[in-house]
């Protein structure tokens, strides 16, 4: 299918820098093309969700991206990262877990790094013991 090739292609310029570019106007106007491009190839009306097709057709919207993006770049740093346990010594649920730091502005809050964290959070125990890059990206 010719369409998935193109999708595959655009997907790779997207990651380009897309940590940095995210929160901006262009990504909101990005994933309505991207849903009006899947639309059109589906043929799905206006008012029709295109979530289901998305995941279907094996094609990652520009939100998905992003979190796939920050949690490698988490995974890839996460050795100068702190880690509850470092910080203090109770023994809870969530030691292992890297240590979230307060946020006094807006910016830092929705930083890579404070992202990150906050995402690395929601992923399950066995991705997150993946010791192999490739294999972590992949899952």
């Not at 998935?4 to 292609?9: A, G, S, V």
């Not at 100068?80 to 877990?97: A, G, P, V």
């Not at 929601?122 to 192999?132: D, G, R, S």
């Amino acid at each position: 299918m010719l369409w998935n090739i193109y999708f595959t292609y655009f997907q790779s310029r997207l990651r380009h820098g897309i940590i940095i570019w995210v929160g901006s106007k262009e990504s909101i106007k990005i994933l309505c093309i991207q849903k009006k491009v899947i639309r059109l190839i589906t043929g799905l009306k206006k008012p029709e969700s295109c979530k289901q097709k998305f995941a279907e057709n094996i094609i990652l919207t520009v939100t998905s991206l992003y979190v796939l993006e920050v949690l490698c770049f988490i995974k890839k740093y996460k050795g100068s990262l702190k880690q509850n346990y470092m910080i203090h010594e109770h023994n809870t649920r969530s030691k292992y877990d890297l240590h979230t730091e307060f946020c006094n502005t807006s910016s830092y809050q929705k930083s890579v790094i404070n992202m990150g964290i906050r995402l690395d959070k929601f992923l399950p125990k066995e991705i997150k013991k993946l010791e192999k890059f490739n294999c972590f990206k992949k899952r």
